[in-house]
């Protein structure tokens, strides 16, 4: 296993962990979440295999549902959004590309294009989650509510661990 | 052949893509099954350990709540039992005691590990399990009222489904009128509950008392719910739409007890075979 992978492997519990002990119990006005594990998957190096993307999205659902008591509603927005990063990834390429072994982070590519990025998905996993969970669309307006500020809640934290982990590096 | 091989191959993202999604498509529906998967669910062994460390931190800081709470709750239960004593005494029931009846539930107190109130469907996980003598299908009270009934146990803890959860009835009653309805949670406010199937011709109020209503063999009777804290009555609907309010705060929930009756073998087998002489 290389560097990266192994510092992926930990990465993995931490933030499973975290989301299941802290941020499971941090719900704001009723209806925002903050599903900061979507990110390990968003976070994965640009070349890693759409296979592996979605056996990773598929445990670390599991794990995330074993500890909601909502067997495979996690695991299965998640491995939606392993299945669909790459191609997403390829509709956005920058211009000249993305250098080999490089993470599609904040500070790789810019915040515009990270915007451009997270979004759509963090939405898609959002909006498969909460239908699913409402078993169909009978509560639409209450679902489509938690999806928005799911989606704000969740984008901010992202954009901020974003910007600690630049102000790190440098 | 070869070509089917080539073609699968060819596709194979888009095959275990398809193939996953099914498989949590089953886990889904499986999981919505009363008394479903036993091992899955955050009574397994390792989750339930990690919970319960997580929440004996966090405990620390609500002791004095906690303490509070239970202190009241001893008065209550202590001022219950002079007047139950008293009245005894007075009417010279003392030889009265039906043991049968007396015994008719158990109590098992148990601590809430895990609990949410914000998801559609809401489960709540306690450190008693098979080992204490709990089955799925129990009733789960607390001081303030009932909160719901056992899902799955696992050898030390289990998961019980909360009263909010958009799956869940339970049988009640208008404590005033008699009158039976249902309880089912919108999956909205966790502080409101519907209550359904009140018919035009009652007359419920703001303020009227909603309690168990002990027909289904799961609650005992009368165990409070909550209070009636809006009433709606459309032109065409043969039902009113009432708000009650929960007696229990569930985002505050830290003792329960699980209900064990020792009658309800013998109802349900009552009523199995009455309903197989209708038929």
Redesign the interface.
Known sequence: MSKSGVIHFFLFFVYA?AQ??LL?NL?LF??A?CFLYVVFILLLPVETN??LL?LIG?LL??TI?????????H??AL??VG?VRNYWLGVITPQGGYDSGVTPTLASNGLQWFLIYSIPLLFFHHTILFF????GFS?FG?TLLKVIMSLLFTLSVVLILQYFSIERRR | MERLFKFVYKYRAFFTFLLLQLFCAWLVVENNQYQSTRYFNSSNRIAANIISTSQNIREYFALRDINTELAGENATLRKQLDERNQLIEEYGLSQLKNAVIINRFEYISAKVINNSTNQYKNFITINKGAAQGLTPGMAVISQQGAIGKVKSVSDQHAVLISLLNIDDHVSSKIKRTGHFGTIQWDGTDPRLIDLRYIPRHVNPAVGDTIVTSGYNAVFPEAILIGIIKDVKLSEESPFYQIKVELAQDFSKLAFVEVVKSNLRAEQDSLEVTTKGIQR
């Open positions: 962990l299941v002990l499971k719900v009723n209806t979440f759409n296979l979605m598929f659902g599991f549902d074993i500890f909601y008591d909502s067997l495979g509603l695991a299965m491995v939606a299945y699913v969970e409402a078993a509560r209450f």
